[in-house]
């Protein structure tokens, strides 16, 4: 662990007021002064929860309030009080926020679509939404979806009007940024079925092998900038921690589950030898691997309250009741009322509900990732298009 406390010496300094991080980045290791920033007119997004932007609630009903209470002050299809780590990357790079593929109410795909929804995973599932809580939406679906409407845009736009300033532009899906966030759900599948934490380790190729089958398949439809988030660190969830109980033994001390936490370090790992694979496989792909572990780990250690507590839900020691979720109703004297409430001030928590993150841990996460300081090869979100050369270069 010693040259990952070195990098954070080297990026960060601290200023640490009860769970709010204040952080002034030193400018990032890369610096592209010969090339251009990247001008990505779109964005396609493909993912679960950490990044769907209302895919789950329109097909399966709105995510209820008090999600959304931050920014939006509605609930917006997000499992956050406010917006997601895809927001942010939207807005820097000066798009609006993403629209969900499936919500056929009030979307604009001119400049980007999202195929994400909460509880995908890379593998499809043999479970119904209603038995396990996964999504039917898996990535192999979230490709077909991508691919069609890739095709189905260019015959469409064709017929003027509303049509053609609503979708992308064609030569926008060559020219867009392509981000992925999808594998936590593919690790929590197994410890649901039983299986110990070498029978998930044992099936993790499977899913990497499914998981670039899709990277082709984008590269195939002309896709070329990608933008992949590694896992973030499992156990140092709520519903983790509340579903699985550990010894002492296997608590770390911020309070994370160990297990879990090698678990999702292993996936990680074996994400990233995907990519490296990848690059090889496909010469004109510009694939950024970026490392959220780390920062998401190193912002959960360095809370000095509440840092595995959630804000919205309902008791228990971690304030999460898979029962009773964030937003859970129940009818008092004939009046529904919110039992799983959010706390006063999610801007100085980390977790929101138990599984998810607040804005206000996701905005920081952002801003940590943005400059390139957490990617493979390190460059910025801003010059990913470029990451092919920087790999080359950093492979030699």
């Known amino acids: 662990m010693e040259p990952l406390a070195e990098k954070w010496r080297q990026v960060m300094s601290w200023v640490i007021i009860s769970t709010t991080i204040i952080v002034v980045v030193v400018p990032s290791p890369v610096r592209c002064a010969r090339q251009r920033q990247c001008s990505f007119p779109a964005i396609f997004n493909l993912g679960d929860s950490n990044s769907d932007t209302g895919g789950i609630s329109a097909a399966f009903g709105q995510a209820p309030p008090p999600n959304g209470i931050t920014f939006f002050h509605t609930p ?24 969900a593929y499936l ?16 509880g995908s995973t890379v593998r499809p599932q043999n479970t119904t939404k209603s038995q396990s809580g996964y999504s039917p939406i898996s990535l192999d679906v979230q ?24 979708l992308p532009k064609e030569e926008y899906f060559s020219q867009a940024l392509y981000t992925f966030d999808i594998g936590q759900n593919d690790l929590t599948a197994g410890y649901k079925l039983n299986m ?12 990497l092998g499914q998981f670039s089958k899709v990277i082709r398949g984008v590269y195939g439809e002309g896709g070329r900038s990608f933008w992949a988030h590694n896992t973030g660190p499992l156990g140092c969830l709520p519903y983790m921690l ?28 074996k994400l990233k030898e995907a ?46 009741n898979n029962e009773k979720r964030c937003g859970a109703t129940k009818m008092v004297n004939g009046t529904k009322i919110v039992i799983a409430k959010s706390c006063k001030d999610p ?25 390139g300081s957490f990617s493979d090869p390190p460059i910025s979100l801003k010059m990913a298009c470029h990451a092919h050369a920087h790999a080359s270069i950093h492979n030699h």
């Open 143 to 166: 490709f077909v979806q991508f691919s069609d409407f890739k095709a189905r845009s260019k015959l469409i736009r064709k017929q003027g009007g509303v049509f053609k300033k609503m």
């Open 347 to 371: 801007s100085v928590r980390i977790v929101w509900d138990g599984i998810h993150y607040t804005e206000a841990a996701n905005h920081w996460v952002f801003q940590q990732i943005a400059d």
């Open 76 to 99: 917006a299809g997000r499992f956050s009080d406010g917006r997601l780590i895809i927001d942010f990357i939207a807005k820097s790079l000066g798009l609006p926020y993403l629209s």
């Open 275 to 320: 990519v490296e694979q990848l690059r090889e496989e496909l010469p004109e792909a510009a694939i950024v691997y970026v490392d959220v572990y780390t920062v998401k780990y190193t912002l959960i250690s360095h809370a000095q309250k509440y840092g595995v507590i959630a804000c919205c839900g309902h008791g228990g020691k971690y304030n999460f």
């Open 242 to 269: 509340d579903r699985y109980p550990m010894s002492a033994a296997q608590m770390d001390e911020f309070g994370c589950a160990k297990p879990f936490n090698e678990v999702a370090q292993y996936f990680n790992r």
């Open 196 to 207: 110990t934490t070498e029978q998930v380790k044992g099936y993790i190729p499977d899913v």
């Open 103 to 118: 919500d056929s109410v009030g979307s604009n795909f001119s400049h980007g679509a999202n195929f994400a929804t909460a």
